[in-house]
Nanobody
Framework: QLQLVESGGGLVQPGGSLRLSCAAS????????IAWFRQAPGKEREGVSG????????TYADSVKGRFTISRDNAKNTVYLQMNSLRSDDTAVYYC????????????????WGQGTQVTVSS
């Protein structure tokens, strides 16, 4: 059974940083593109960042470009999202998801999802 587990969320002040991790179990991430999505209260889920299976291609939502960096360590079966210069509007539950297709930011492309980790940016 494919399972993804997110970790690393928490409470951080505006301007601060967090690193989220997405660990896979039950399968190897080598053949899967991974993306991060987020959902704030009362809002639709939105794509944040995606990375191809090889790590050679990444994509970012305009709202996080220059602040977030996605990376992967296939040896550790883990994908990371480094979030810097956090703002209050980054507050959301962050989910990682896997697909055998390209790492584009369309939720319908993804078949395996984690349970989410809460990120709260507040002073």
């Amino acid at each position: 059974q494919l399972q993804l587990v997110e970790s690393g969320g928490g409470l951080v002040q505006p301007g601060g940083s967090l690193r989220l991790s997405c660990a896979a179990s039950g399968f190897t991430l080598d053949y899967y593109a991974i993306a991060w999505f987020r959902q704030a209260p009362g809002k639709e889920r939105e794509g944040v960042s995606g990375i191809s299976a090889t790590g050679g291609s990444t994509t970012y939502a305009d709202s996080v470009k220059g602040r977030f960096t996605i990376s992967r360590d296939n040896a550790k079966n883990t994908v990371y999202l480094q979030m810097n210069s956090l703002r209050s509007d980054d507050t959301a539950v962050y989910y990682c998801a896997a697909t055998r297709g390209p790492g584009l930011l369309y939720a319908s492309m993804y078949h395996s999802w984690g349970q989410g980790t809460q990120v709260t940016v507040s002073s």
